[in-house]
């Protein structure tokens, strides 16, 4: 495969989505990917973390995940972005990340590069289509190449999740995690494919 660099960037409040993007930097590092693993900005009052011991523990164990800047986006040949559902739309952290990066998209550095997405809900219809289909308005303006897992491995029959994997908060279930490394690994391939392309 050609080499390719791969930026997994999200935000997680109590874990679930840390969960997801550990699984797909797995995933994208066993099909050859070069990949950084970055978590936004935690941008809530310490009192809002504190009220919930769950976050308080996630933001503690969490602590040496690198934040991410613009270099990894820069950086990467494709993107994963994982966020839970904020009533239907990517949490206020992950955007407040993103609504800095209208230097680079003027540049024309976010272009071309493969995107994808994955999320979590509270709820089993807690918006979680809704995200990531939000989240593909920001690609669209990038100029990116969205690559969903749609239903092309069997493991997406069984999770039913072909925007992009999603799960429930807590622990994400076997089959979920293989869905996310199985998507990490569907966009490693593809940014190989067009990067291959491009060169020849």
Do not use: C
Request: aromatic share 8%; charged share 15%.
């Amino acid at each position: 495969m050609e080499s390719v660099n791969v930026a997994i960037i999200y935000y997680s409040s109590t874990g679930t989505i840390h969960a997801l993007a550990k699984a797909a930097a797995e995933g994208a590092e066993k099909a050859g990917a070069t990949v950084r693993l970055r978590k936004v900005a935690e941008t809530a009052p310490p009192e809002a973390i504190n009220a919930n011991p769950a976050w308080a523990q996630h933001v503690q164990e969490s602590a040496d995940v690198e934040e991410v800047v613009h270099d990894d986006l820069a950086w990467a040949d494709a993107v994963l972005f994982g966020t839970p559902t904020r009533y239907g739309n990517p949490a206020s952290q992950l955007r407040a990340f993103i609504d800095t990066t209208g230097p680079l998209w003027f540049q024309g550095k976010l272009a071309d590069k493969v995107y994808s997405a994955f999320t979590a809900s509270n709820t089993a219809h807690g918006g979680r289509e809704s995200t990531i289909l939000a989240l593909s308005n920001t690609f669209y303006h990038w100029g990116g190449i969205i690559v969903p897992p749609g239903y092309t491995d069997p493991i997406q029959f069984q999770t039913g999740t072909p925007y992009g994997t999603s799960t429930g908060a807590g622990t994400p279930s076997e089959e979920v995690l293989q869905a996310i490394g199985y998507q990490a690994r569907r966009v490693a391939e593809t940014a190989a494919a067009l990067k291959a392309g491009r060169a020849a």
